[in-house]
Every structure is written in structure tokens, then in C-alpha cells.
């Protein structure tokens, strides 16, 4: 299973972007998926989440401008990222855990980061 992240870049406080990650493989189907963050120096963290029904939470520091979206038929996670913040700088991950075969075994997996600036 490869998970493919795309869509950072540089953009000014206030400005939007909308990151996506595919997953592609042996792939039966994707339980929950996720955004992480690691900025430079700190400890990743979770961004937001979401589950195969569509169920969500977000940090707190994301809340109000930050919505997490799937599309279960492309086995795809989205990112749209409003009101940008310089503190919202870092490389941002995507996650997956997958069903990978009919005996429910399942993986973990991780996309390579794609990094996210935001200027002041």
C-alpha cells in the first residue's frame, strides 16, 4: 500500500490550500485516515481525522478553519486549509490504517509529508 500526498506549497496568512493523499495497492478498504503535522523542531501531530463513515475531529487550533473530506470510491483523503496561519507551517502527513486481505489483518501506513508554508 502507497500513500501518494500532494497539493502543499507556499501561500500568505490568510490564503487557502487544499492538500490530497490517494492510497493505492492491495487495498480491501480504509478504516479511519488522517492528516498529521510535524513542524520543524516539534513533534508530529494530529491534525484532523476522519472516519470511513465520516466522522470527524480536528485539533483545536484547527477548528472553524480546517475541513477533512474522503472519497471512499478513489480511496482518497483532503485537507481544504482556510485562514492560513504562519503557525499552521509544517510538513503534513497523511494516514491511513487498510484492510489489506479478507482474514481483517490490517497496516498502518503514512504518506512521504508534503510541506505546507505559510508567510506572514
Known amino acids: 500500500v502507497q500513500l501518494q500526498a500532494s497539493g502543499g506549497g507556499l501561500v500568505q496568512a490568510g490564503g487557502s490550500l487544499r492538500l490530497s493523499c490517494a492510497a493505492s495497492?492491495?487495498?480491501?478498504?480504509?478504516?479511519?485516515m488522517g492528516w498529521y503535522r510535524q513542524p520543524l523542531g516539534k513533534q508530529r501531530e494530529l491534525v484532523a481525522a476522519?472516519?470511513?463513515?465520516?466522522?470527524?475531529n480536528y485539533a483545536d487550533s484547527v477548528k472553524g478553519r480546517f475541513d477533512i473530506s474522503r472519497d471512499n470510491a478513489k480511496n482518497t483523503v483532503y485537507l481544504q486549509m482556510n485562514s492560513l496561519k504562519p503557525e499552521d507551517t509544517a510538513v503534513y502527513y497523511c494516514?491511513?490504517?487498510?484492510?489489506?486481505?479478507?482474514?481483517?489483518?490490517?497496516?498502518?501506513?503514512w504518506g512521504q509529508g508534503t510541506l505546507v508554508t505559510v508567510s506572514s
Open positions: 494516514n491511513a490504517n487498510v484492510l489489506v486481505d479478507r482474514w481483517y489483518n490490517t497496516g498502518d501506513y
Open positions: 495497492g492491495t487495498i480491501f478498504s480504509i478504516n479511519g
Open positions: 476522519i472516519s470511513r463513515g465520516g466522522s470527524t
